[in-house]
C-alpha cells in the first residue's frame, strides 16, 4: 500500500478556512476528528482511487463532521479545490452531511446512530462476495445513546465481522450538553466488551497510535469486531473553541457547546487562523 502522510493543520486550515467563508457551525466537531481521518486516510485505508471496487469503505456516521471528510479528500486530490470552494452553496453536492454522490463518500450519513449498521453491511457484503475490503466506521461518544447503535453491534459480534473497525470520537459533548450529563457511560470500554468487541484505546490526537490501534492485526483466533475509543478534545487546535468561549461572550461558562452549533465572525477566524499558524 502506498501510504502517503496527510498533514493535520491542513485539514484543520480548510476546515477554518471554509467554514468561515459558508459562515456555518459544527466547527468544534469537524477539528476533534482531524488526526482520526489523518490515520485513515493517509495510513489504515487500503484504497488507490475513490471508485476501487476493492477499496476500503469508510462510513462517517458523525455526518456533522462533514468538512473534515471534505478536506481530507480535497487534500487526496479526489475532490477538487473549486469542489471544496462550494461547501454548503446552492446546487452543492458537499452540504453540512456527507451526500455518497461525492467522489470518495461511500454512505449518506447524518442522521446519527445509523452509520454502525452500514458499515456492519458493508463488512457483511464484502465477506459475501470474497472481497479483502475492510469497513471502517467513524461514530461519535454521543450516538452511543441511539438504540441503533447497540444493536449493530451485537450484529456484528455475531457474524464475527473481523472486517470492521469502528473508531469512537469520545470527544465528551453533544448537541444539549457534555455527554456525560445527557446519558452518562462511564464504562464504555465494559459495555462494548460485553458486545463482544475487541477494544482498544487510544490518544485521539496521536496519528501515530492511531495509524497502529487502526492497522494492527488481532490476536490469533480472535474473529471480533475492534473498536477504538479515541480520547479527543473538542475543537482541537483552537485554544477558545476548547474551553467553549466564544470571544464576544466571555461570560458564558466553560465547556459550553457553542461551537457544536455557532459559525465564527471574522474576529474569531483571525484568531483561529492565527493560533494554528503559530504552532503549525
Known amino acids: 500500500m502506498n501510504i502517503v502522510p496527510i498533514d493535520p493543520t491542513q485539514i484543520r486550515r480548510l476546515i477554518l478556512f471554509q ?26 485505508l ?8 476493492d477499496r476500503d469503505r469508510f462510513v462517517l456516521s458523525k455526518g456533522h463532521a462533514a468538512l473534515a471528510l471534505y478536506a481530507v479528500l480535497a487534500l487526496k486530490g479526489w475532490i477538487s479545490e473549486a469542489d471544496l470552494g ?4 446552492d446546487n452543492s453536492r458537499l452540504g453540512v452531511h456527507p451526500e455518497s454522490s461525492l ?49 449493530a453491534a451485537a450484529f456484528a459480534a455475531h457474524h464475527r465481522l473481523t472486517q470492521l473497525t469502528t ?13 456525560c450529563d445527557i446519558v452518562d457511560y462511564p464504562n464504555l470500554r465494559e459495555r462494548w466488551e460485553a458486545f463482544g468487541w475487541r477494544v482498544t484505546e487510544v490518544d485521539g490526537h496521536a496519528v501515530p497510535a492511531l ?9 490469533p483466533g480472535d474473529e471480533s469486531p475492534h473498536i477504538v475509543l479515541a480520547r479527543t478534545t473538542f475543537g482541537k487546535g483552537v485554544s477558545y473553541m476548547e474551553r467553549g468561549i466564544p470571544i464576544a461572550q466571555t461570560h458564558l461558562p466553560v465547556n459550553s457547546i457553542n461551537w457544536h452549533y455557532l459559525p465564527m465572525s471574522a474576529a474569531e477566524y483571525e484568531m483561529a487562523m492565527a493560533e494554528l499558524e503559530s504552532v503549525g
Open 211 to 219: 495509524a497502529h490501534a487502526l492497522s494492527a492485526p488481532a490476536p
Open 103 to 151: 467522489p470518495g463518500v461511500d454512505f449518506s450519513t447524518g442522521s446519527l446512530g445509523h452509520g454502525l449498521s452500514f458499515a456492519a453491511g458493508a463488512a457483511l457484503g464484502a465477506r459475501m462476495q470474497g472481497s479483502p475490503r475492510r469497513a471502517f466506521c467513524l461514530l461519535s461518544d454521543a450516538e452511543c445513546n441511539e438504540g441503533s447503535v447497540w444493536e
Open 19 to 44: 467554514s468561515r467563508r459558508a459562515n456555518v457551525g459544527h466547527i468544534g466537531s469537524c477539528l476533534c476528528v482531524v488526526e482520526i481521518l489523518a490515520a485513515l486516510y493517509g495510513q489504515a
Open 167 to 179: 473508531v469512537l470520537d469520545w470527544n465528551g459533548q453533544q448537541a444539549f450538553g457534555r455527554t
Open 86 to 89: 462550494t461547501f454548503c452553496g
Open 46 to 53: 487500503r484504497e488507490t482511487s475513490a471508485d476501487d471496487p
